[in-house]
């Protein structure tokens, strides 16, 4: 599955954001899909997760009750809602998926098949 991330921009400390991750190649209902983000001069890091579904959804601690992950499967796309922006949300941002079947759970174990191209996010204080 090819995943292509989208939304990205600049915003003001307390502004909101919709990130877009658009799929295509194979059957997207199959997938569960997550976004993760890396800060400039740190690792990659977990932030959100959605079941094939969308019924179950997990979230890093650092985001949780600011980010919403959601999908629609008609549409092939997974969203990312975030509130409340921080200047620590500052991020290349990334749409993710496990191998087709798999649990949305192995996205916390970090075990990703698919990669989107990420999108940039900056947040100013």
């Known amino acids: 599955v090819q995943l292509q991330a989208s939304g990205g921009g600049l915003v003001q400390a307390g502004g909101s954001l919709r990130l877009s991750c658009s799929a295509s190649?194979?059957?997207?209902?199959?997938?569960?899909m997550g976004w993760f983000r890396q800060a400039s001069g740190k690792e990659r890091e977990f932030v959100a997760a959605i079941s094939w579904s969308g019924g179950s959804t997990y979230y890093a601690d650092s985001v949780k009750g600011r980010f919403t992950i959601s999908r629609d499967n008609a549409k092939n796309t997974v969203y990312l809602q975030m509130n409340s922006l921080k200047p620590e949300d500052t991020a290349v941002y990334y749409c993710?998926?496990?191998?087709?079947?798999?649990?949305?759970?192995?996205?916390?174990?970090?075990?990703?098949?698919?990669w989107g191209k990420g999108t940039l996010v900056t947040v100013s204080s």
């Open positions: 190649g194979r059957t997207f209902s199959n997938y569960a």
């Open positions: 993710a998926a496990p191998k087709s079947g798999s649990s949305w759970y192995e996205l916390l174990k970090y075990r990703v098949d698919y």
